[in-house]
């Protein structure tokens, strides 16, 4: 069974941090991308940042900013979303997901498997 869970999420205030954890399950050697996904409420669905793990690179979208690192640990099938200076609009469900693709990445069309989501609350 293929699943895909995310944990760590809560509130946090502004200019705090929040590391998310993605714990991968179930898949074929050859799903090597994970991205992450975050989506506020009346918002469409935008991408936070992916890592393939085919050519070790990572990519972000440009209101991150550098405030976000993605990282994973083989050894526990986990990727982690670490995010400091959180600002009020990083509010949002964030998602992970994976694909056997390595295009797009920061597209949502471009996965194929979802987790559940966790909540990220900014404020004071």
């Known amino acids: 069974q293929v699943q895909l869970v995310e944990s760590g999420g809560g509130l946090v205030q502004p200019g705090g941090s929040l590391r998310l954890s993605c714990a991968a399950s179930g898949f074929p050697s050859d799903y090597n991308a994970i991205g992450w996904f975050r989506q506020a409420p009346g918002k469409e669905r935008e991408g936070v940042g992916y890592?393939?793990?085919?050519?070790?690179?990572?990519g972000y979208g440009d209101f991150v900013k550098g405030r976000f690192t993605i990282s994973r640990d083989h050894a526990k099938n986990t990727v982690y979303l670490q995010m400091n200076s959180l600002k009020p609009e990083d509010t949002a469900v964030y998602y992970c997901?994976?694909?056997?693709?390595?295009?797009?990445?920061?597209?949502?069309?471009?996965?194929?498997?979802w987790g559940q989501g966790t909540q990220v609350t900014v404020s004071s």
């Open positions: 890592i393939d793990s085919r050519v070790g690179s990572t």
């Open positions: 997901a994976t694909t056997r693709g390595s295009f797009y990445l920061l597209t949502p069309g471009a996965y194929e498997y």
